[in-house]
């Protein structure tokens, strides 16, 4: 297997993980964009039973993996896309049970006036769309009335080592653009002192 830093060998190619790049994942992503880490977010349990667990839905770079969460984001894009304040869906884990998909629903910013009103009316929101999407795919979502929003994350520079690939993660730190938020390094242009570094 040639594959670096958690890539897997399809046989003609490398499948990189999210934020390695390179022909054989020898390379951290140039940007990664965490601005959807940084508006409110609620945790949320569907299970989808017209599915059945394989050991492969464990790793994050397999293809099974891979296929299945974007098939997954694209129907939860159908469900939530009258929400307020919708950005998209991010999948946490999957697990048995047919399968069970532990998922993050990210929003937009709350205004400044009572957010913590805002907030919760947001999270009946959400469950009252899941609950009455249709099922044509056999996906049900937990129907518990608890929902679970996540605090603003404040320190961004955590952030970034969270989420670049662990042998490259001392060297991004969070960059501000107008449209949110981007772990850089060094070597990312167009941003104030950066430089060229070639290739890697």
């Keep these: 297997d040639p ?3 958690g890539g897997h060998w399809t046989g003609t190619f490398c499948l990189c993980p999210p934020n390695v790049d390179g022909a054989r994942c020898q390379f951290g992503a140039t940007t990664i964009n965490i ?4 508006g409110p977010s609620f945790l949320m349990l569907a299970h989808v039973t017209n599915r059945n667990f394989s050991e492969d839905m464990r790793d994050t770079s397999s293809p099974t993996y891979r296929s299945f969460v974007d098939e997954f984001s694209r129907t939860m894009d159908r469900v939530y896309h009258n929400i307020s304040g919708y ?8 697990t048995r049970g047919s399968v069970v998909v532990n998922y993050k629903i990210m929003l937009h ?4 006036a009572k957010p913590t009103t805002n907030l919760h009316r947001r999270g009946r929101e959400l469950l009252e769309a899941a609950n ?6 056999n996906c049900t979502h937990s129907t518990g009335r608890s929902y679970h929003p996540l605090r603003r994350l404040v320190s961004t520079s955590p ?9 490259f993660s001392r060297f991004y730190y969070p960059h501000r653009t107008p449209n949110g938020l981007l772990c850089v390094t060094n ?14």
């Excluded at 601005?35 to 940084?38: D, F, G, N, P, S």
């Excluded at 910013?109 to 400044?112: C, H, K, N, Q, V």
């Excluded at 952030?159 to 042998?167: G, M, T, V, W, Y």
Aim: proline letters at 10%; charged letters at 15%.
């Design 132 to 137: 009455s999407a249709p099922q044509p795919h």
């Design 109 to 112: 910013p709350l205004a400044r």
């Design 159 to 167: 952030l970034c080592r969270k989420h670049a690939p662990a042998n």
């Design 187 to 200: 070597c990312t242009l167009n941003v104030p002192g950066s430089m060229d570094c070639g290739n890697g």
């Design 3 to 5: 594959c670096q830093n």
């Design 35 to 38: 601005t959807a880490e940084l």
């Design 87 to 94: 950005r998209g869906t991010r999948v946490l884990a999957l």
